[in-house]
Structures are given as structure tokens and as C-alpha cells.
């Protein structure tokens, strides 16, 4: 059966939350005093310090190209596809010259370990079925950025497991960028 497959790799995912435990304090600590320079700092260290342990526990290596492109500092919407949960370790592995966190749904937040830390470091999460909730999450993630810190955005809007192209974007997805004038940095991944 497929679950007892997946049995390994979930229980080496499970051990890798305590990376992200880190700099929970140094984040909190920012956030709290309304620091934003090192709020953003210590969760570019949560960030690239996670995806790399990911990456490395599960022997997984990384090639990037095109890195030498990016702006020194943000903000800036990062534009993605969205094969799969690797994505996310790869992004934080990859990107090291500014902090970023995503947008995501809702329901991430919820999970254990994992959803506190997402939300510690400023994802934007939306409720998929509730467009006032939708807006009032692009608020929150205008005024992110208007303050310095960076986002990624899948604007496929779910996981695309094909190789052969892109599903459609979602209407709203440039929105951040747009409205809060940022730059947008395109990126593709492929596994």
C-alpha cells in the first residue's frame, strides 16, 4: 500500500520541524517590539536554514540558476509553479538575500509544528471559499509588503503534478504586486 511507502519520509519530515524552532524567540522578539529589519533577518535564517536540513536529510540536491539576478533586498513577490511539497524546502534553500514566506490556504495554519511557523513568519493565509476573507488576506499581505517583507505566491493556486505546462492563474494572484507596487520575481521549478 501506498501509506506505509510514504511511512519514512513522513517521519523524516516530522523531524525536521525542530529546525524550524531555531530562531523562534529572535522572531517573536522582533515582531513583538515592531522591528521589522529584524524580524525579517531572523526569519531568513529560520528559512534558510530549514530548507537546506530538509534537503540534506532526504539526500536531495538542489541546482539553481539565475540567483545572480535577483535584487540584494526586497520586497518582491516571488511568482512560482507548485509541483509539491518540495517546493517549499527547495524556495528556502534557494533564496538567501531576503526573507519571504508564503501565501498559502487557510488550512496550513492549522497544521502541528508546522502551521505556528508559517504564520510566525508573516505567510499571508486565505480562505479559498470566502472572497471577503480572500480580501481581507491581500490586505494583510499589501501591508507585508508596504513594510519590507517578501512573499511567494503559487498563482496556479493548488499543486500542479504535470510536467506539460500550467494550470490557469487565479484572477487575484498579482494583486500583491500590483497594489503594492513591488517587484515581481518570476521562478520556475522542476523536479
Same mark, same amino acid.
Given at each position: 500500500m501506498k501509506i506505509f511507502a510514504n511511512i519514512p519520509g513522513a517521519l523524516k519530515l516530522v523531524n525536521?520541524? &525542530?529546525?524550524? $524552532?531555531?530562531? +523562534? &524567540?529572535?522572531? $517573536?522578539?522582533? +515582531?513583538?517590539?515592531?522591528?521589522?529589519? +529584524?524580524?525579517?533577518?531572523?526569519?531568513? +535564517?529560520?528559512?534558510?536554514?530549514w530548507g537546506p536540513m530538509v534537503l540534506k536529510m532526504f539526500g536531495s540536491t538542489l541546482n539553481v540558476k539565475g540567483i545572480e539576478n535577483l535584487p540584494d533586498k526586497g520586497p518582491v513577490v516571488l511568482v512560482g509553479n507548485h509541483q509539491g511539497y518540495a517546493d517549499i524546502f527547495a524556495y528556502c534553500a534557494a533564496?538567501?538575500?531576503?526573507?519571504?514566506?508564503?501565501v498559502a490556504r487557510e488550512n496550513l495554519g492549522k497544521l502541528p509544528f508546522y502551521g505556528k511557523w508559517i504564520k510566525r513568519i508573516r505567510s499571508v493565509l486565505i480562505k479559498r471559499d470566502d472572497p471577503r476573507a480572500s480580501l481581507k488576506a491581500i490586505s494583510e499581505g499589501i501591508?507585508?509588503?508596504?513594510?519590507?517583507?517578501?512573499?511567494?505566491?503559487?498563482?496556479?493556486?493548488?499543486?500542479?503534478?504535470?510536467?506539460?505546462g500550467v494550470l490557469p492563474f487565479h484572477a487575484g494572484s498579482f494583486k500583491l504586486a500590483e497594489k503594492s507596487g513591488c517587484r515581481i520575481i518570476p521562478m520556475v521549478q522542476n523536479n
Amino acid at each position: 500500500m501506498k501509506i506505509f511507502a510514504n511511512i519514512p519520509g513522513a517521519l523524516k519530515l516530522v523531524n525536521c520541524l &525542530k529546525y524550524l $524552532e531555531v530562531n +523562534k &524567540k529572535a522572531i $517573536e522578539d522582533a +515582531k513583538a517590539s515592531g522591528d521589522f529589519e +529584524k524580524e525579517r533577518e531572523y526569519i531568513l +535564517k529560520s528559512t534558510s536554514y530549514w530548507g537546506p536540513m530538509v534537503l540534506k536529510m532526504f539526500g536531495s540536491t538542489l541546482n539553481v540558476k539565475g540567483i545572480e539576478n535577483l535584487p540584494d533586498k526586497g520586497p518582491v513577490v516571488l511568482v512560482g509553479n507548485h509541483q509539491g511539497y518540495a517546493d517549499i524546502f527547495a524556495y528556502c534553500a534557494a533564496f538567501k538575500k531576503f526573507q519571504f514566506a508564503f501565501v498559502a490556504r487557510e488550512n496550513l495554519g492549522k497544521l502541528p509544528f508546522y502551521g505556528k511557523w508559517i504564520k510566525r513568519i508573516r505567510s499571508v493565509l486565505i480562505k479559498r471559499d470566502d472572497p471577503r476573507a480572500s480580501l481581507k488576506a491581500i490586505s494583510e499581505g499589501i501591508e507585508y509588503l508596504n513594510n519590507g517583507f517578501s512573499l511567494v505566491i503559487f498563482p496556479e493556486g493548488t499543486r500542479n503534478k504535470s510536467i506539460d505546462g500550467v494550470l490557469p492563474f487565479h484572477a487575484g494572484s498579482f494583486k500583491l504586486a500590483e497594489k503594492s507596487g513591488c517587484r515581481i520575481i518570476p521562478m520556475v521549478q522542476n523536479n
